[in-house]
Structures are given as structure tokens and as C-alpha cells.
């Protein structure tokens, strides 16, 4: 110690002496070893969980305060966590630390705190006992933190320190010291029941050791080595648990401590601990409700008569969710993404499509080719239909949204102008049908044959124009080939045939040409918006598609390819149905259902590997009996609720699924998996 600072320091009041008293400790304790300091800091640690436990945290490490006792845990903690604590000494001086921990779910953990030793209002007497002057004294140390994962059952962390001591008084000494910590844990993974559910963990403080110069002497902390292991023991029901933790601790300038305790947990929400440091008896208790927990510690700070024993006191709150949870709703937000990038896509390909019906509509229909205008307006009302279905999902359950409020009255705008055209052209079209067949009445002669033909060719030609306005095109053509040919073969009779026959004629065929032109030109728009409607799984509307091309007008290659796309659509919708059934029953735990609806399933896709889970899954179940567990089936069961204590329930789902296939058919463990992955909303391997 600088014998400056202790002349100016012979004056004061007892209320000083604990800083004298605890400065002394750690010289007295270095002496002890090879000579030279050891740290206050490293000395006190921080915690009332771990000064409860011994100091033996090394190992453990699994809240806010891992930052002082090994970074390297806080990648294993699941939750954003705050937790301060609380030590009074003797003379009124305290001892606080505070701390925060910020997991992400890629990047690593990161975090902080502050410990403090202070004391105030420290009097200065003269010889006389009058006083003087007052003044403070405060150490400090400040820590920045960062671990990371490297594999699932290790870690890594470092520590960067700021340790700053300010001792005010006749002018005042102060200086700032800067070091590093770095850490590492390791959890492995054994099955045999000694080793299962160990870690290890390693600390070195001080790697970098901070400096502070005060007056002419400048102090640094000594390197200091902190070692632990810890073994945790599942006792009976699943949420009581029994820890055990063993630490030594080597600074480069005093002897070897050693540090034990042990912890009893009862339902996450009652602890006891106890625990022995460095030859002082350490006891403590703690409590949890909700995402707060409250820790209590009694013990002393350093052994010998000049210091008594104190309590201490932490509390640790938890923010937010889990990583496991984060990372399912991160997923989430990704399938919502993708949902809503595709149905924006839907939404901009039906925008196009309406407007191009749109305008080929009008152009027909001013060109007074009203039937044309007919199947145009009608493509853009199914257009502006596929508009609105798209803007209502868009919309979905959020109606104060602008941007799909506006889409929505987009497509309602959309589907009204079609359907006001649609209506317009069909109107013209029966106007100047009913025209038409005027003047061929008018003109018929009064005859028995020319009443018949007048009657047929009217009647076909009726057929066909349904026929074309429903969008069978083929059956159009049919209707008014017939027609035509009537008219040939009544004149190849001889027969003379009125005049307005040949203008019938002449009709009947332009109606044919523009139906095979509507039925070649929209055979690929027609594929378009059935495989459109599969990948939204609107089959049915697939197959009514591509059936209305289905007939004559076609080559054979073209109807071969239509032929081969109504049949896997039909092989589609016969799975959908049958492995939708699956799920129904398989989710109401009806497991011999289950398994014959996914079997049908796979007759229409034996190789489905979804179809093919689920069936041996609800297979399993339905035979599963509660079976005895071997001792490594025990181990691995035991370590799954740990996992799941802990809030990592993918790790527990996984270690499960590593039971199962040792025992697929034990119902114990086929239930658990069950009942974890309704927690996690998921039913995926």
C-alpha cells in the first residue's frame, strides 16, 4: 500500500477504517502465498445466489451476474435479465453491483454492470478531535461483456473492465484502470449418470490487469484463475432439482481458495442454498414468481474478528421472451413475409390480367363484336373476383390498415366496372341476336322445309352462343357446326335456299373461327389460371378450368397435355383431402383414423414424406403401452427436463426424439413429445 495514502488517512473517523480494514485483507491474504496484492474485487465477488453457493458460480453462470463470475455463460442464458444486489458493511459503507444480460438469437449474448465499494461523509479531525474536513472514497469497476456459442455445448466470453478508485479528500487521488477477462464453459453431453448434466467452466480475471496510479505508487490487479464444475441431480417429480458446484481460485500472488456449495430447487419457485467460502460458512434462501426472483445471503466479507457477518440481497427480473420463443415467432414473421410477398404477387398479376381483359374488351366491343367483348369483360370479372379474394387476405383481420383498406375498394371498383360492361356486352350481343332472328323469320318462305331449317339453325345457333358465353368453347363449336352442315347438305339436296340462309351461313362461321381463335388463344391462359388456383389449393376450380378445354379444337398433343394435368390435379385433391383428414384426426388423437386416411393419401403419393411422418407417427400411437426404461433412457428423459426448465424446449424436443428411437412405442415418452410440441405450435420434425 502507498504509505502517503495511509498518513493522510490517520486522522479520520472509524467510518473509514473498513476501506483500511479491507485493504489490509488482501495484502495479509497475498502474503500469505508469494507476496504482493490480491484484487478487492475478485476477493468479494457479487450475487447474493452465488456468495449463498460458496463463490462457486464459475461453472453456473446463468444470470446477469456471469459478466464478474465467467462471460461465457451468457450465451446459455435464454432471456433479457436485469438483476442488482445490495451488501452492507460495517461504517456504514455499502456494496452494490448491477448488471444486465441481452441475448440475440445469432449473434451471441452481450453484457453489462457496475460494482461499487463506497463509503461517505468520511470526517477529518486534527489532533484535537475537531473536525476538519469530510470526503469520499469509492472503488469501482465497470463491465462490458460478450459470449458466444461456438457449438451447442460450448462457449466462449470475454470481459473488458474499467476499474476506476477515487479517494477525495485533501485534494483528492483518483485513477482509472482498463483490463480483460476470458472466459469459456463447456456442457457436455454423457448418458452415463455420473457425468450426465456436468459443466465446467474456467475465468480468467484480470488477463489484462487494470492499473491505477495513486500519488507516486501504482497498483494493478493480479492475474486470477477461477475453475469450476458443477453437477445437477433431478429428484423425483420433474421440477425438483439438486445442484452441486465445486470452484478453486488461484491468484498469481496468493494461495489457493477453494469454494463449494450446493442448491435446492422446488418447482422454479423456492431455493435453498448453502455453501463454504474459502473456509467461511455461507447460507442463503431465494424466491421466484413470475419472471422475479428475490435472493437472500447471510455471511461474512472476509474472515478475522474486524469484519462481522452482514447480509446480502439481489433481485433478477427477466424481460421478454425466450430465444426459443423468439426464434418460433422469427419464423413466424418469416412465413407472414412470404405469404404476404406471394399474395402481393397474386395481386399485381390479377391487376394485369383485369386490365388487359379490360381493354381488349372495349375494343371488341366498340368494333361491335359483342360476343368477343362478352368472354373479355367476363375474364376481367373473374380477374377483379381474384382481386377481391387477394385484397380481403391482405387485409385480414387488421382493418385500420390504409394500404389494404385501398386495395380492397380497388377490387370492389374493379369487379363493379366489369360487371357493368359484362352486362352491357351481353345485353347487345341478345339485342342483336333477337335482330337477327327478325329478319330470318321475316324472310322465311311459308314452307314446311324452310320452317324446319329456320327452326334448326335457330335453335343450334342458340345452343352455341351459351355455350360460348360459358366458356365451352368446343361444345360452341359443336353446336354450330351442326348448323352448318344442315345448311350443306339441304343444299346439296338441290334444294333452293332462301337469302338469308347464306348470310346465316357466313355468320355461323365467323362464330366458329372466333370461338377456335378464344379456345387456341386462351389454352395457355386457361393452364395459367388452373396451376394459378393449385398453388392456392383451389383444385376443384382447377379442374372446372382446364375441363373447359378439355373437348374438341385441340391437337392430340395439346390434349394429351391437358389430359396429364387433370389427372395430377385430380391425384392432388384426392391427397389433399385424404391427408387433411389425417391431420383432423390425428390432432383429435384418433389414431387409427389418422392412419387410414393418411394411408389413402399415399396411394395418391407413395413417396410423400409429410403423409408418410404422420402415418408412422399415429401408427406409434395407437399401439404405444407404458414401458420400463432402461438407465439410458432415464439419463436422456432426465436431461430433457432440464432443457425444458430452462426454456430450451427445442433441445428438450430433441433429446426426446433421441429417446424414441430407442423406444418408439413407449407412450410415456410419445406423450411428452406430444405435449412439448403443442408449446411450441409445432408438429414438424
Known sequence: MNENL???????????????????????????????????????????????????????????????WNPAGLDFIERKSASSFYSGLDFGTSYNFVGAVFPTLSFGSFGIGWTRFSTNDIRETDPEAFQTGTGDFGANQFYFSYGKQLRRTFSLGITAKLERTNFDLDGGLSDTGVGFDLGVLYRPEFDAALLRDVSVGVNAQNLISPRARLESVTESSPLNLKAGIAKLFVLGEERNLFRLLLDVNKSENASLTVHAGGEYSFRDQANVRFGVNDGQVAFGAGAAYNNIRLDYNFGKFADGSDFSANHRFSVTIDIGKSKQERIRLAQERREREFRLQLENELWFNGESEFNNSMEEGREKYYNRDYLGAYVAFSNAFEAGSSLQEIAMRLRGQDGDNPEANMRVETAN??????????????????????????????????????????????????KGIEFFKAKFYSRAIREWQLAVDRINRTASEGTALPDWVGETKAQLENNIATAERQLKGNLQETIRRAESLARRGQYVQALDELNQVRGSGLTTAERQSIERRIQRLQAQLSYNQSYEEGLRHYRSKRWPEAVTAFEQALRSRPDDADAIMYRDRAQARAIATVQPMPANVRAKLAR??????????????????????????????????????????????
Request: glycine share 6%; net charge negative.
Open 413 to 462: 371498383s374493379s369487379l363493379q366496372e366489369a360487371r357493368t360492361m359484362l352486362e352491357l356486352a351481353n345485353a347487345r350481343s341478345d339485342s342483336v341476336r333477337r335482330e337477327e332472328q327478325k329478319t330470318i323469320v321475316l324472310q322465311a318462305r311459308e314452307s314446311a322445309l324452310e320452317q324446319e331449317l329456320q327452326d334448326f339453325l335457330i335453335e343450334h345457333k342458340e
Open 6 to 68: 495511509f498518513r493522510k488517512t490517520k486522522q479520520l473517523t472509524p467510518k473509514f477504517l473498513i476501506f483500511i480494514l479491507i485493504l489490509a485483507h488482501c495484502q495479509v491474504r497475498a502474503q500469505e502465498g508469494s507476496g504482493g496484492t490480491t484484487s478487492l474485487f475478485s476477493d468479494a465477488g457479487v450475487g447474493a445466489r452465488a456468495l449463498s453457493m460458496g463463490g462457486a458460480f464459475a461453472a453456473l453462470s446463468d444470470d446477469p451476474t456471469a459478466v464478474f
Open 640 to 685: 430433457s427436463v432440464i432443457f425444458l426448465r430452462t426454456g430450451e424446449y427445442q433441445k428438450a424436443l430433441d433429446v426426446l426424439e433421441e429417446i424414441r428411437q430407442l423406444q418408439p412405442y413407449n407412450k410415456i415418452i410419445l406423450d411428452r413429445i406430444d405435449g412439448l410440441r403443442e408449446r411450441l405450435g409445432n408438429d414438424s420434425e
